[in-house]
C-alpha cells in the first residue's frame, strides 16, 4: 500500500510538473577495448539532494533505472550498475525499509559488446528519483541517442581505454573531432532550439512590455477566500459521514473518562485534540504544495491523464458510498496509531488520537478532500491546499472542543442510524456527477468525443432525478433503513434535487446553462444547439491566425485556455456571452484560442531550452504553454492578451474577472492602441 500511495503521488506529479533542476547528467559512450563500450551517466547531485540506487527493494521508492529502446549492432554484457560513488544505506521512515542513496554525485554503467559497428545503434532513456527532507522530483526521462557514428574506428580500438571519473559540466551537445576521434562522445540534458514554424517577432517576450501596461492581476488571490469557504464546508459536510459522525461522542467520552475528576484538564485535553486535528489537516496541504509548488498544481489540475485518475477514484468512492462495499485502510495503520497513543503520555498521546481519527475517517473524507484540493489546485495559490485543509480542519474540529466542553450536549444529539447512511448515499450520487466533469476533460483533451455536452447533461439530469426519488424513499440501496414517512429535510432537498434537472432541461438544445458551465464540456461540442449566444475562435493555430490578421489589417486577441479550465468556461459563459463582447471579439479582433492541455500529437517533435534544461514539446498543447510561458512569462488558465500584427501586445493582459465592464475596457484598449500604431 505504502508503494502504490508513493507511486501514484509521484506519477502524478509527473503529468503537470516538471522535475526541478537538482541533477545534472551527462550521458557518455567509453572505449573498452576488445569490441567492448561503456555507456557511463554521471549524476551531479545538487547539496541537500540524494539519489536512489539501482537496487531498490520491493514496496520502496523509485529505483534508478536504464530503458533501452533500440539496439543494433551489440549486445548487453552484464547489468546497469554504479560505480565509483559512495553509497549510503539506512533505514528510510516512510517504507521501514533499508534504502541505498547518493550525495553530491553518482556514475551508473552498463557494458556492451558490439557486433557489428556499421549498424551500431543505441536508444533509450534514464529515469531516476531525487528527493531532499521535504520534497522528491519525480523519475522523469533522460533521453539518449548514440550511433556507429559516435565509435572509433576499428584499427583505433585496440586498447583498453580507463573509465573517466570527472564529473562533467552541463553543456551542450559535444561532437567528436574528426581528426582526433575522441574516444568518449558526450551528450547531455540540456539542448537549445526553438519551434521550427515561429518566427523571431512573433515569439519574442513581450514580458517586459507587458509589464509596462500593467499585466493581469493574479486570479489566486482573489479566489482564496473560496478556498477556504469550499473547505469549510467539506469539513462540515465530512461532520455528517458514517465515519466521522460516530467518532464524536466516542472521542469526547474519551477524554472525559480521562480526566474525570478534573474537568478544566478534559476541556484542554479536548482542545489540544482539536488543534491537532488542524495542525495535521493543514500539515497535508503544505507537503502537497511542497512537492508539487503552486504552478505544478494549476497544471495538474487541467491534466488529462490526472482528470482520467481523478474520474475513476470518484467512481470507485461513488460506488461504496452508494453500498456496493466498504473502503477501508489496513487495520495495521489504525492499530499502530492506536498503540502509539496508549504508550504515550501528554500532549504527543492526544495528537496520535487524532491521527487516528483521520486515519479512521479516510474512506469518507478522502473524496471530499480530493476534490478540495482540486478546487484549490486550480486557484494557484501557493497556500491555497494549505488553506483549503486549514478551513476543513477548523469544521472537523468544532465539535469535538465544544462537545468536551459542554459534555450535556452529547445527550441531545441524533443518534447513529439510517439517517447517516442516507447522507453517504447522497454523497455516493454528487461524486457521481463529478466523476463526470473529470472524465469530460479527458475527453476534450484526446478528442475521442464520448462525452458531448448533450451526453453529459443526460446523466446529469438522470443522476439528479434518482437522487430526488431516492430522497422521497422510492429507491432503497444496500444498508438503507426502512423510510416510515418522508421528513421535510428531506422533502425539500428532493426538490431541489428535481428542479435542478428540469432546469438542465432545455441544455438539450443549447441554452447556455451558466450556473453550471463550469463543469459541463463547452457549448461547440453539442451536436444540435438553437443558442446562437456563444462565441467561437477564429483559429486555433497561432501562425496562422497571426498570418490572417496581418493580410486583414485586425489585431488579435489570444486566449490561452484548457479543457479542463473551469475559470475558463465560467468567462466564456457569463463574459463573452454579453452582446458588446461578443461583437468586438467577432468584429473588430481575430480571436485566437489556444488551448495548452490539447493532447494531439505534433508532426515532429520540437526541442526547446527552457531554463537551462531541454524540454521536448510533444503535443499541440505542449507547444501552446511553452508560447504562453516563454513569450508572456506566465502559465496560468484563463490569460488573455491583445496583439498587433507583430506579435506585440496592445495593452495589459486580463486573467479571470466576470465584471463585463473591465473586460470590455480591456478590448477597447487594446483596440485603440492597435489603430494609434497604424496612424
Known amino acids: 500500500m505504502k508503494k502504490l500511495l508513493f507511486s501514484l503521488f509521484i506519477f502524478a506529479s509527473t503529468l503537470g510538473m516538471k522535475a526541478q533542476d537538482v541533477v545534472t547528467w551527462s ?6 577495448g576488445n569490441d567492448e563500450i561503456e555507456l557511463v551517466a554521471k549524476a551531479s547531485i545538487n547539496n541537500g539532494w540524494h539519489l536512489y540506487d539501482v537496487n531498490i527493494p520491493e514496496n520502496g521508492p523509485n529505483p534508478t533505472t536504464l530503458n533501452i529502446d533500440e539496439l543494433k549492432g551489440a549486445t548487453k554484457v552484464g547489468k ?14 516512510i517504507f521501514e525499509l533499508e534504502i541505498g542513496y547518493y550525495e553530491t554525485s553518482a556514475t551508473f554503467v552498463q557494458r556492451f559488446k558490439v557486433t557489428n559497428r556499421k549498424t551500431f545503434s543505441l536508444k533509450g532513456d534514464i529515469r531516476a528519483q531525487a528527493c531532499n527532507n521535504e520534497q522528491c522530483t519525480p523519475p522523469l526521462p533522460i533521453d539518449f541517442s548514440f550511433s556507429s557514428k ?41 539542448l537549445s532550439a526553438k519551434p521550427q514554424s515561429a518566427t523571431d517577432s512573433l515569439w519574442k517576450p513581450v514580458i517586459s512590455e507587458l509589464r509596462d ?11 482564496l477566500l ?38 478544566k484538564k478534559a476541556i484542554k485535553d479536548a482542545t489540544i485534540y482539536g488543534i491537532s486535528i488542524i495542525v495535521i489537516y493543514v500539515a497535508l496541504g503544505l507537503i502537497i504544495t511542497g512537492i508539487f509548488g503552486a504552478s ?5 489540475s487541467t491534466s488529462a491523464l490526472f482528470n482520467l485518475i481523478f474520474f475513476a477514484l470518484l467512481i470507485v468512492f461513488a460506488v461504496s458510498f452508494l453500498g456496493a462495499f466498504e473502503i477501508t485502510l489496513p487495520s495495521s495503520w489504525t492499530n499502530k496509531m492506536d498503540q502509539k497513543a496508549d504508550s504515550t503520555t501528554g500532549l504527543l498521546s492526544i495528537f496520535f488520537m487524532a491521527f487516528t481519527l483521520a486515519l479512521v475517517s479516510f474512506s469518507c473524507t478522502g473524496p471530499i478532500i480530493g476534490t478540495l484540493l482540486v478546487e484549490a489546485a486550480s486557484s494557484g495559490a501557493i497556500i491555497a491546499p494549505a488553506l483549503g485543509m486549514f478551513g476543513f480542519a477548523i469544521a472537523l474540529a468544532i465539535p469535538f472542543t465544544l462537545f468536551a466542553i459542554f459534555p450535556t450536549w452529547l445527550e441531545s444529539m441524533p443518534k447513529s442510524g439510517g439517517w447517516l447512511n442516507s447522507v453517504k448515499v447522497v454523497l455516493g450520487f454528487l461524486e457521481l456527477a463529478l466523476a463526470l466533469k473529470f472524465l469530460s476533460v479527458a475527453d476534450l483533451a484526446y478528442k475521442w468525443g464520448i462525452l458531448d455536452r448533450e451526453v453529459f447533461l443526460v446523466l446529469w439530469i438522470v443522476i439528479f432525478t434518482l437522487l430526488g426519488i431516492y430522497l422521497l424513499g422510492k429507491l432503497k440501496l444496500p444498508h438503507d433503513s426502512d423510510l416510515k414517512y418522508v421528513s421535510v429535510p428531506r422533502l425539500f432537498l428532493a426538490i431541489i434535487s428535481f428542479a435542478f434537472a428540469i432546469y438542465m432541461v432545455p441544455g438539450l438544445w443549447g441554452a447556455p446553462l451558466k450556473s453550471i458551465s463550469a463543469f459541463s464540456p463547452p457549448l461547440f461540442t453539442q451536436d444540435f444547439s438553437l443558442y446562437k449566444g456563444e462565441v467561437h475562435a477564429k483559429f486555433d493555430d497561432y501562425e496562422a491566425g497571426m498570418q490572417y490578421a496581418k493580410a486583414n489589417n485586425k489585431p488579435v486577441m489570444i486566449d490561452f485556455s484548457g479543457f479542463g479550465c473551469v475559470n475558463c468556461r465560467k468567462m466564456e459563459a457569463s463574459v463573452w456571452t454579453d452582446a458588446r463582447v461578443k461583437s468586438m471579439l467577432e468584429n473588430d479582433y481575430v480571436l485566437i484560442t489556444l488551448m495548452v492541455d490539447d493532447k494531439k500529437k505534433l508532426p515532429e517533435v520540437i526541442e526547446v531550452d527552457e531554463n537551462g534544461r531541454k524540454t521536448k514539446l510533444k503535443t499541440i498543447g505542449d507547444k501552446w504553454s511553452y508560447l504562453q510561458r516563454h513569450k508572456f512569462g506566465t502559465n496560468s488558465q484563463p490569460y488573455y492578451v491583445t496583439l498587433d500584427n507583430n506579435g506585440m501586445p496592445t495593452g495589459p493582459s486580463f486573467a479571470y474577472d466576470e465584471n463585463v465592464d473591465k473586460y470590455l475596457k480591456f478590448l477597447s484598449t487594446g483596440l485603440e492602441n492597435y489603430k494609434k500604431e497604424k496612424r
Open 27 to 32: 550521458i557518455k559512450l567509453a572505449e573498452k
Open 80 to 93: 546497469f550498475k554504479a560505480v565509483n560513488s559512495k553509497l549510503h544505506k539506512e533505514m528510510d521512515p
Open 150 to 190: 559516435d565509435l572509433k574506428p576499428v584499427a583505433e580500438n585496440d586498447k583498453p581505454q580507463p573509465a573517466e571519473n570527472t564529473p562533467t559540466p552541463n553543456v551542450t551537445t559535444e561532437q567528436p573531432d574528426t581528426a582526433t576521434q575522441k574516444s568518449v562522445v558526450e551528450i547531455t540534458d540540456t
Open 213 to 223: 501596461y500593467g499585466a493581469a492581476g493574479n486570479v489566486a488571490n482573489q479566489s
Open 226 to 263: 473560496w478556498v477556504f469557504i469550499l473547505g469549510f464546508g467539506g469539513g462540515l459536510i465530512a461532520l455528517l459521514t458514517p465515519c466521522v459522525w460516530p467518532m464524536i461522542p466516542m472521542t469526547v467520552s474519551f477524554f472525559l473518562k480521562r480526566n474525570k475528576k478534573d474537568k
Open 296 to 300: 505544478a498544481l494549476n497544471d495538474l
